[in-house]
């Protein structure tokens, strides 16, 4: 029995070992190139990724032309998926879906037949059900693909080609937009206007200086397919297509509607791109639901083929225009675009480009396309010509070349062996003719071919004067190619003609061609006072000690019992309107506003306060009163520590509320108190009462605060403000008003220990 080293034959290969770092950092690489140039980032050339290229291919060679008959969906994603994107039909029929969608694309690329989804958001029915062909927009991409205009590559398993780019007659990466992440980058390019786009092209054509500010007044901004109106500053615009990255604000169209009685109500014709409009209503209906947006009392979606969203106010007394800028300010109908060109150039290096060098890397395409199709043209026109000498000389001997057919045992060598006499064309002179070397036929492989295949119904002499027809034509189409060929200004003054000719077909002059989005001025965003979007009426307010909070109409008897749930009672009870606003202290320092608008009826129990707010479940309710714009506020904690801050300083934008008194455990939020008089009095839970002046108590909008008294244990109970010539006065336990006006026994500095409080204080050391 052999031992272990036996098992091992000497000649295999000893196992391949790399660091994990190495080995993952290279297959992470492969795999975000793979991601960035095949998936996410559209070729600058002709706009598309290569799946969307895929799909316009294949539908070429199903011949789904635009003038032709629909195929079905499912047909095409399994083409698509057998011979050149293997990579799941769901994603092919996605991006196909998108391409058909005249809500996504300004210039679909695909005319499809049935359910293709809508602006509401819903999803397109499945490819057994939908029908698609080519659209016009797309022939021109792909026209030239048959004259060697691009390179073709093999497919994935490499038994069919496609190409790696299409001519793209148009800017097609402007004009319809792209969007992708990849690896570390993404992309998201806006719609443009295809006129203007090719009135910029054209004008960098003939000036290729232009500057920035003259290719801005060309394209002055995206044109979505939505429509909508863009508010963002010009001067914003041409920044951000510059550098190729910034934001454009995009607000929807919206006109006033008179209604009998001076009534009104706001219709939203258009809405911004990439806005689901199902989801813009549902939006729209939670502010009317939260009173987010008082003013707005109803919304209804009258949409039929076009968008109708009515809006009507809750109030006639106020300015439309007041209403809409709230609701610009939270819902969808005002979006901004990120954009970012991130591109593929020549196919291969992503980078950042601005609104020129897009352009630029267009016509550059367009130059060399111009160039491979004349080569290829010019290629065509030599073997034509090649074709028609054989078919004149057979013309002048046609005695000769039937008598060699009938008798000859090999005409074609036949026919390549005789000499022949030749006719001249008009581009050529006798004495420009190189005759044969002796041993030498005049006639090709390929003329000899072309006369031994000729119908005998051409020999006619009217065919023999079209072919010299013909030829004549053919060589000067040829001076004309081989004149282009070597002049760049006669390729770039063809390149205008073909974009001209796009422009004719899909520009301003057409149905899809006029811009859809406009442009305007977003104006001043001021904040709109409460009490002009809403009626001022009455309220009693209501909140319990478990933080369930109502509005009451009108203003009842505050000491008459309320209703609440089992196990709660009543905290806070106080007039107020509903133009006010009311401000929350937490138990953590934080304030919190709610307006009084907002704040549901009083027919029930209420709402938690915690649904409106963001308060901690562990932190509890210190105090809820009427803010009052002008006063100021003595805020204090337990552990004995404040200042004054401005009401209007206390006041929260947000649910999350705003920091005001900063608090460490155990030590929490004790009072709120206005500043009412030039004196501040302060007992301690052992208490001892302070009185010092108002003075010495720092002004601040956040922070610990200062010490108010000093306590050897215990903390802060309460305080207060007053007047000192009018005395102290208190409620002691029997209802009854206590004075005290000579506090001279009790007048100190701040932050000292004070005195025992006077006979008949309350034994809870409260002022109030």
């Known amino acids: 029995m052999s031992d272990d080293s036996d098992l091992t034959a000497p000649d295999d290969p000893p196992p391949l070992s790399e660091p994990l770092r190495r080995a993952l950092g290279e297959r992470y690489l492969q795999y975000a190139l793979s991601t960035i140039m095949h998936r996410a980032l559209p070729d600058a050339r002709d706009g598309l990724k290569p799946v969307h290229r895929r799909i316009l291919f294949a539908m070429r060679e ?23 994107h293997p990579h799941g039909d769901a994603a092919i029929y996605d991006a196909m879906v998108r391409l058909a969608q005249d809500f996504a694309m300004r210039y679909p ?132 297509y510059a550098s190729g990255r910034g934001s454009i604000r995009l607000r929807a169209r919206w006109e006033v509607e008179p209604l009998p009685r001076g009534a009104w109500q706001v219709v939203v014709t258009e809405i911004p791109y990439q806005v ?28 039929a083929d076009d968008v109708r969203i009515v809006l009507e106010p809750r109030s006639r007394t106020v300015e439309p225009e007041m209403m809409m800028g709230l609701l610009f300010r939270n819902s969808d109908l005002e979006t901004r675009f990120g954009l970012n060109m991130n591109v593929l150039i020549d196919g291969r290096t992503p980078k950042v480009c601005s609104l020129r060098e897009v352009l630029r890397a267009f016509l550059d395409h367009r130059r060399d396309v111009l160039r491979r199709r004349s080569e290829h043209r010019l290629g065509k026109i030599d073997h034509r010509l090649e074709v028609l ?92 190619i081989e004149d282009l060929l070597a002049s760049e200004r006669l390729q770039w003054k063809r390149i205008i003609r073909e974009l001209r000719a796009v422009q004719a077909e899909f520009g301003k002059g057409t149905a899809a061609g006029a811009r859809r989005t406009g442009f305007a001025e977003a104006g001043e965003a001021e904040e709109v006072p409460v009490e002009a979007m809403i009626d001022r009426e009455p309220v009693t307010v209501v909140c319990s000690k478990m933080g369930w909070i109502r509005a009451m109409k009108g203003h009842v008897a505050l000491d008459q019992e309320f209703k609440f749930k089992d196990g709660d009672a009543g905290r806070f009870v106080f007039h107020a309107e509903t133009t006010d606003k009311l401000v929350l202290l937490g138990s953590t320092g934080r304030f919190y506003t709610l307006p009084v608008a907002s704040l549901p009826g009083g027919r029930g129990m209420g709402e938690p306060v915690r649904l409106m707010v963001d308060l901690p479940n562990e932190a509890e309710i210190v105090a809820l009163f009427v803010h009052r714009p002008g006063v100021r506020l003595i805020v204090a904690s337990t552990a004995g ?43 301690g839970e052992n208490r001892k009462l302070l009185v010092f002046p108002a003075a010495e108590l720092p002004e601040m909008t956040r922070g610990k605060g200062v010490r108010l008294q000093k306590y050897r244990d215990g903390g802060l109970s309460d305080l207060t403000s007053f007047d000192l010539a009018d005395g102290l006065r208190w409620k002691d336990p029997a209802g009854r008003t206590r004075h005290e006006p000579d506090l001279t026994d009790w007048l100190g500095k701040r932050a000292g220990a004070g005195r025992m409080a006077p006979r008949g204080f309350p034994r809870d050391n409260r002022f109030a």
């Not at 199903?62 to 057998?82: E, H, N, Y």
């Not at 689901?276 to 949409?303: F, G, H, N, Y």
């Not at 006639?443 to 119908?455: K, P, T």
């Open 62 to 84: 199903l011949r789904l032309s635009p003038t032709g008959a629909f195929r079905k969906s499912a047909k095409i994603t399994g083409d698509v998926m057998g011979n050149y």
């Open 389 to 480: 000498e054989g078919f004149i000389v057979a013309y002048l001997n046609l005695d000769r070349v039937i008598d060699i057919i009938r008798y000859d045992e090999a005409p074609r060598d036949a026919l390549m062996r005789e000499v022949w006499g030749r006719d001249f064309p008009r581009a050529m002179s006798e004495a420009d003719y190189v005759p044969p070397a002796p041993g030498e036929g005049e006639l090709s492989e390929v003329q000899a071919e072309a006369i031994l295949n000729m119908r005998l119904r051409s020999l006619r002499r009217l065919e023999e004067l079209e072919l010299r027809r013909e030829r004549d034509a053919l060589i000067r189409e040829r001076a004309e």
């Open 109 to 240: 690329l695909v005319d499809g037949q049935g359910n293709f989804g809508n602006i509401d958001g819903d999803n397109p029915a499945a490819a057994r059900y939908t029908e698609a062909r080519m659209a016009a927009p797309s022939e021109r991409l792909l026209d030239g693909l048959a004259e060697n205009a691009v390179d073709f590559r093999p497919n994935y398993d490499g038994t069919l080609t496609e190409p790696e780019v299409l001519p793209a007659a148009f800017p097609n990466l402007l004009a319809n937009g792209a969007s992708g992440i990849a690896v570390g980058m993404a992309t998201n390019v806006p719609p443009h206007n295809l006129d203007e786009l090719i009135e910029g092209a054209c004008a960098l054509i003939d000036r290729p200086e232009l500057d920035d500010a003259a290719l801005m007044r060309l394209i002055p901004g995206p044109d979505f397919p939505t429509g909508g109106v863009i508010v963002e500053p010009p001067e914003s615009i041409a920044a951000a």
């Open 641 to 683: 520590d404040g200042f004054v801050v401005p009401a209007d300083e206390v006041l929260a934008q947000t649910r999350a509320g705003r920091q005001v008194l900063n608090v460490k455990a155990p030590a929490r939020a004790l009072c709120v108190r206005p500043l009412q008089g030039d004196h501040i009095a302060v007992v």
């Open 276 to 303: 689901p409009k199902s989801r813009l209503i549902e939006k729209l209906a939670e502010l009317i639901q939260t009173r987010k947006v008082p003013l707005l009392a109803d919304v209804r979606d009258e949409s």
